[in-house]
C-alpha cells in the first residue's frame, strides 16, 4: 500500500460514483483520476459554473448535478434525482469559518460537514451498492462531541474547536454506520479517508490569520492535492478495502505521503457518544435511515 498511486486505481467502467464538492481541490482530483478509470462520475456541487467548468475537462463520463450541503431542501432535491450508484464520496466540506448558519439553523460547520452529509447517505442508502467514504481530518483529534449544545447555541464559538467537532463526528458516523450495515447483514461498507496537509483552496476561507499563515506554510510543508485525494481514492476504489477502515498518508505523522490505515483517537471509538449523535443527527435533520431489518 505505501506506494499506491491513482494509476493502481483498477478498471471503474461501469461503475457511478458520486463525489461531493467535485469543483475543486481533493473533490476535482478524485473526480479526475475516477473518470480516468472508466467511472461515471456525478460532481455534486454548490456552485454548478464551477463543477461544469471541470467536468469539461473530464470529458462525457463527467456530469454536474447541483447540490448545497447546508440546505436540506437542496440535499433532497439532489438526492431524489438520483435512481443508483456504486460509491457515495462525502468530500465536501468548510473549515474553521466564522460563526454561520445553514438554510435550516445549524452551525455552518457541523450542519456542512456532518448533518448535511449524514442526511444525503440516508436518503441514498438503499440506492448505493458498492460503499459510503467520508472525509474525516487529523484535527478530528482537535474536536469533542457536545451533544447539548451541537449548534454553538449556548457555547461561546471557537471556528476550530469547531471544526475538529465535524470531523470527529463524521468518524464517528463512519464506525457506526458500519456497525450498523453489518448488524443488518448488508454489503455496503462506510470508510473514512484524510487528505493529510494538502493544498486546497479550503485553507482560503477561513477569513482569519489562519489563512495568511498557512497560505505561508503550503509551499513547505503540504503536499498536492492530488496526492491529498489518494487515501479517499483507495478507500473508495480498492475492492478488498475494510469497511470500518480509516485510510491516511504515511509519513510525516500523517501529513503527506502514500495511503495507509492509519488510526483515529479514543473519542472517535465511543460507541455510546456514536449511538447519541446518530439519534441527536435524526433528530435535527428528518432523516430516519432504514437498514431493512
Excluded at 435550516?104 to 458498492?130: C, P, R, W, Y
Excluded at 449556548?154 to 450495515?181: D, V
Amino acid at each position: 500500500m505505501t506506494t499506491w498511486t491513482a494509476g493502481d486505481i483498477v478498471d471503474q467502467q461501469g461503475r457511478t460514483f458520486v463525489v461531493t464538492g467535485a469543483n475543486s481541490g481533493l473533490g476535482a482530483e478524485a473526480a479526475k483520476a475516477l473518470t480516468n478509470a472508466g467511472a461515471h462520475v456525478i460532481l455534486a456541487c454548490r456552485n454548478v459554473d464551477k463543477g461544469r467548468a471541470v467536468a469539461v475537462q473530464l470529458g462525457e463520463r463527467a456530469e454536474v448535478r447541483r447540490l448545497d450541503l447546508a440546505d436540506l431542501a437542496s440535499v433532497r432535491e439532489f438526492a431524489d434525482s438520483l435512481d443508483t450508484l456504486d460509491v457515495l464520496v462525502n468530500n465536501a466540506g468548510v473549515m474553521a469559518v466564522p460563526l454561520g448558519r445553514t438554510a435550516d439553523g445549524f452551525e455552518m460547520q457541523i450542519g456542512t460537514n456532518h448533518l448535511g452529509h449524514f442526511a444525503l447517505t440516508g436518503m441514498l442508502l438503499d440506492k448505493v451498492t458498492d460503499r459510503v467514504v467520508t472525509m474525516s481530518s487529523t484535527m478530528h483529534k482537535l474536536g469533542s462531541i457536545d451533544l447539548d449544545d451541537l449548534n454553538w447555541e449556548r457555547r461561546t464559538y471557537r471556528r476550530w474547536p469547531a471544526y475538529g467537532q465535524s470531523k470527529l463526528a463524521n468518524l464517528l458516523f463512519t464506525y457506526e454506520l458500519q456497525r450498523r450495515l453489518s448488524a443488518a447483514g448488508s454489503k455496503v461498507k462506510a470508510l473514512a479517508s484524510h487528505p493529510g496537509y494538502a493544498s486546497t483552496n479550503l485553507q482560503s476561507h477561513t477569513e482569519s490569520i489562519s489563512t495568511r499563515v498557512m497560505a505561508l506554510a503550503d509551499p513547505i510543508i503540504a503536499q498536492s492535492a492530488a496526492m491529498g485525494a489518494l487515501p479517499m481514492l483507495y478507500a473508495a476504489t480498492v475492492p478488498d478495502a475494510s469497511g470500518g477502515s480509516y485510510l491516511g498518508p504515511s509519513s510525516m505523522f500523517e501529513t503527506r505521503g502514500y495511503p495507509e490505515v492509519v488510526g483515529s483517537n479514543r473519542k472517535s471509538h465511543d460507541e455510546n457518544v456514536a449511538r447519541q449523535l446518530w439519534s441527536l443527527s435524526e433528530q435535527l435533520t428528518g432523516i430516519n435511515y432504514d437498514f431493512g431489518g
